[in-house]
Each structure stands twice: as C-alpha cells, then as structure tokens.
C-alpha cells in the first residue's frame, strides 16, 4: 500500500483464531517495523522483508508497548537486521524479561485463578527473541524524513506506558492495543486503568484519523475509524453501568465470569482486568467525595 512519503505492508499472523499485526513502513530513508509481533511470526516476516532495502537502508523497530505479543521477535530482527530498538520507558523490564511479564500479566488479577500455568508454553514459545531497548520513545517524539513525520502519542490504559504513532501527512493511526473496538476474539477488552484508557481513545478521535491500523483488529479505513473508537467507548460505558448493580465485595474475578455471560465475552484475564480497572476506578471516585 502506498501513502504519500512512504510504503506499507502488514504482517497479520493468526494466533489461536485472532490475528496480530505488524506494520512495515519504507520512508525514503529509513525502513520502520512497528510493533515485532510473536515468535512464530517468524517465517512470515522475513517473507515480507524481502521486499524492502532492509540491507540499503537502517530499519527501525517502534513498539507500542512491551506485551509479548508485541515484542516477540524484537531481538530477531535486532540480530537479523540489526533494528534498533525503541520503546515506551516503562517497557523496558518487560521486554528483557519474560518472567516479569508472565506474573504481571496473568497473576494480577486474579491470584488465584492459574492463567499462568495455563499459558505459560504458548507464552515462551511466543517471546522468543526477549531483547532490551536501545532507547525510549515518549509522547511528542516524531521521526522524519522526506513527506513523511510520524509523532508519538501517549495513549495509555491498556497498559501503563503505552504509545500509538501518527503519520500526520496521511493521518493514519498505528494504535497497538490502545483502540479495541471490535473486541479481541471473543475476549473482553484489556485494559488496567479505565481512566486513562477512555482518555486515551478521546485523543485518537481528537487526530482525526484516515486510518486505524491496531494490534489486532481488522483496519480501519476512513468511514469505519470512528466506528471502532465507538465501540470502544460503547463498551467503556457498559462496564461501567454494569458495575453499578454489583456486589463489589465478591471480587473482580468472580464478578468477571458474570460479566462474560452478560455480554458474550470469554472468561478470562481480559474480563478480569477491566472488571478491576473499573472498580480501581470507582474507588477512586469514592474516594474523592466528601
């Protein structure tokens, strides 16, 4: 696909039924891969890499975030194709780290409930290339070149330090997970602060997008962009008005198995951290009242 100062093409591989996506970008100076996808991406990468200079000219890893499933083959195409690798801050321990981010990611919610243990093989086999960041990216950097400016915004919320990357001549959006308006495969959106997300989803509408490119749902051209930061936000709200009419004291991972029946959604982490994110966030609410 061509834009105006720069080539694209995807990287979809379908992982258990849902896809994940990666974007390589061709500037005139620069070959950008933004977000690594996972380890058995691997053959379907270098397929789609033989069709850039990645010999000619240096290529340039961005992530949106630091989840596995977005960094999977990092220290691949760092060893391959010597990228340099940039990442939120906040991304770094996770990405040179697998443990960390197992524990993190799937004991937070829900301690005793074993989705550790249940993922772990697909998991490792999945982060195959852990690697460190050469630097950060942070909210307002922009990258270059001739009829092409991409700037990072921070759009966190699904997880704490989260990016997306604006191409501000062709207004396409790559959000990595930051917009779920479709849902993920029957999941239940993912999201650990639900403040910070529903802010986070006013911003993207507020760039006015062309294109929505996500981390796993299908792209968004220009009549369908608002549609999925919709959805998102209907979803949002939802959560919230369900929330209202539970027992609070029973706990978000047993209020999650209700939740999935109610809307559809498979039982799991993801149900689980956006029950807790909207009881952090009532909480917090509480809080604050007098």
């Given at each position: 696909?061509?834009?105006?100062?720069?080539?694209?093409?995807?990287?979809?591989?379908?992982?258990?039924?849902?896809?994940?996506?990666?974007?390589?970008?061709?500037?005139?100076?620069?070959?950008?891969i933004i977000d690594a996808n996972v380890g058995?991406?691997?053959?379907?990468?270098?397929?789609?890499?033989?069709?850039?200079?990645?010999?000619?000219?240096?290529?340039?890893l961005l992530c949106t975030?630091?989840?596995?499933?977005?960094?999977?083959?990092?220290?691949?195409?760092?060893?391959?194709?010597?990228?340099?690798?940039?990442?939120?801050?906040?991304?770094?321990?996770f990405m040179q780290d697998p443990g960390s981010q197992l524990t993190a990611l799937y004991d937070r919610f829900a301690k005793d409930r074993p989705f550790s243990r249940d993922i772990s093989e697909l998991y490792f086999r999945e982060f195959a290339y852990?690697?460190?960041?050469?630097?950060?990216v942070k909210d307002g950097d922009v990258f270059t070149d001739k009829d092409f400016s991409l700037k990072v915004v921070a759009t966190p919320g699904h997880w704490g330090d989260c990016v997306s990357f604006f191409e501000e001549n062709s207004r396409?959006?790559?959000?990595?997970?930051?917009?779920?308006?479709?849902?993920?495969?029957?999941?239940?959106?993912?999201?650990i602060n639900a403040e910070a997300y529903l802010a986070s989803l006013y911003r993207?509408?507020?760039?006015?997008?062309?294109?929505?490119?996500?981390?796993?749902?299908s792209v968004a051209g220009p009549q369908s962009c608002m549609q999925f930061i919709g959805l998102s936000e209907k979803n949002y709200y939802e959560t919230d008005r369900y929330l209202?009419?539970?027992?609070?004291?029973?706990?978000?991972?047993?209020?999650?198995e209700d939740y999935c029946r109610r809307f559809g959604y498979s039982y799991g982490i993801h149900a689980v951290s956006v029950i807790f994110a909207h009881m952090a966030k009532k909480e917090r609410s509480d809080a604050q009242c007098p």
């Open positions: 696909m061509l834009f105006k100062g720069f080539r694209l093409e995807t990287v979809n591989y379908d992982l258990l039924g849902g896809y994940v996506n990666s974007y390589i970008l061709e500037t005139e100076k620069t070959v950008y058995s991406a691997e053959k379907e990468f270098a397929r789609a890499l033989e069709s850039f200079p990645v010999r000619e000219k240096p290529v340039v975030h630091g989840h596995w499933d977005h960094v999977g083959l990092a220290g691949w195409l760092k060893e391959r194709y010597g990228a340099k690798i940039l990442a939120p801050e906040g991304s770094a321990r852990p690697a460190a960041p050469d630097g950060p396409v959006v790559f959000c990595g997970d930051a917009v779920q308006g479709e849902g993920l495969d029957g999941n239940a959106p993912f999201y993207i509408r507020s760039l006015a997008p062309m294109s929505l490119l996500g981390g796993h749902m209202g009419g539970c027992d609070l004291q029973s706990g978000a991972a047993v209020i999650a």
